[in-house]
């Protein structure tokens, strides 16, 4: 899975066959694994359950942060506005999912976020491909991005592993990894 590939990904929870494909990455050695589309703190638990080492989550719900943090998981809790940017440096978390980024104006909505809140860093989801990942990147307030413009649906249906696994070595190319 990593051996110069991407060693990070997010499995959602999307669909039931999430938890058991998180607990078939989480023991491969150089590989993190984290659950999105987290919506609850049962699926907090199921999550922490399966091996995720974090969550991500398309808004800011208090009882999922509050769940995640005792279980060990790092938290990426999806923000849209500075009221619930507020909410997560108050729940003691600095990184943030901001998502759909697209929609909220992009980078120069995070760097309009970053003058109140400087020490609050981004992963901009939503929107995010090759054409627009290396901007991204290059912002000091940007931790990560998230995209899944390396794995098509259509990829994934018909069985074209090696187109996949081609996008995936133009993406690390691409953010210069």
Not at 7 to 26: F, H, M, V
Not at 133 to 162: Q, T
Request: glycine share 12%; proline share 6%; net charge negative.
């Amino acid at each position: 899975l990593v051996a110069g590939g991407i060693p990070c990904a997010e499995i959602t929870l999307r669909t039931p066959a999430g938890a058991a494909a998180i607990a078939a990455t989480a023991g491969v050695a150089g590989f993190t694994v984290g659950a999105g589309t987290v919506l609850s703190a049962d699926d907090v638990d199921r999550s922490a359950d399966s091996g995720a080492e974090f969550i991500v989550s398309p808004g800011f719900d208090d009882e999922v942060v509050e769940r995640a943090i005792p279980r060990g998981l790092a938290v990426l809790p999806g923000i849209a506005t500075a009221t619930e940017l507020q909410r997560a440096r108050r729940a003691g978390l600095d990184v943030v999912k901001f998502f759909p980024a697209d929609r909220l104006g992009g980078l120069e909505t995070i760097g309009s976020l970053s003058g109140p809140f400087p020490t609050m860093r981004f992963v901009p989801s939503g929107g995010v491909g090759a054409h627009n990942a290396a901007d991204y990147l290059a912002h000091p307030s940007v931790f990560a991005i998230s995209g899944s413009w390396m794995v098509p649906r259509a990829s994934i249906a018909a069985g074209a592993f090696d187109d996949i696994e081609a996008l995936s070595a133009q993406a690390i190319e691409l953010v210069g990894g």
